[in-house]
Nanobody, 120 residues
Framework: QVLLVESGGGLVQPGGSLRLSCVASGSIFSFREMGWYRQSPENERELVAGITGGITNYADSVKGRFTISRDHAKNTMYLEMNSLRPEDTAVYYC???????????????WGQGTQVTVSS
C-alpha cells in the first residue's frame, strides 16, 4: 500500500513562514490528486490547497500567501506558507489519491498530520 508522512510543522510568529512536506512511499504508479487540509478544534477539516496535474486551487483564506507544489522525482508534495496568521493554527494533513498499478487501481488516504501553531 501507500504511506503518507508529513513534516515541517512547528511554532512560528505571526507574519512568519513554514514549509510543509508530504512524502509518499509504497506502491505508486502515478498521482491523481493531492492536497493539503487543516483542522482546528473550532473548525471542521477544510481543504487548504490542492493540485491535480499542473492545476492548483486554494481556499480563499490562503490565496496569495500559500503555494502548493510537487516534486515528482521525490514523490513529495510541499506547502509553502508565508505571512502566517494566528487563524492558520491547525493540524495540517496531506491527502492523496494514487494509482497503484497500470490497471487504474487506486489508493486514497491521509497522513498523520503535522501541527502548525502561529502565535507571538
Amino acid at each position: 500500500q501507500v504511506l503518507l508522512v508529513e513534516s515541517g510543522g512547528g511554532l512560528v510568529q505571526p507574519g512568519g513562514s513554514l514549509r510543509l512536506s508530504c512524502v509518499a512511499s509504497g506502491s505508486i504508479f502515478s498521482f491523481r490528486e493531492m492536497g493539503w487540509y487543516r483542522q482546528s478544534p473550532e473548525n471542521e477539516r477544510e481543504l487548504v490547497a490542492g493540485i491535480t496535474g499542473g492545476i492548483t486551487n486554494y481556499a480563499d483564506s490562503v490565496k496569495g500567501r500559500f503555494t502548493i507544489s510537487r516534486d515528482h522525482a521525490k514523490n513529495t508534495m510541499y506547502l509553502e506558507m508565508n505571512s502566517l496568521r494566528p487563524e492558520d493554527t491547525a493540524v495540517y494533513y496531506c491527502n492523496a489519491e494514487i494509482e497503484i498499478d497500470s490497471y487504474g487501481s487506486t489508493w486514497s488516504g491521509w497522513g498523520q498530520g503535522t501541527q502548525v501553531t502561529v502565535s507571538s
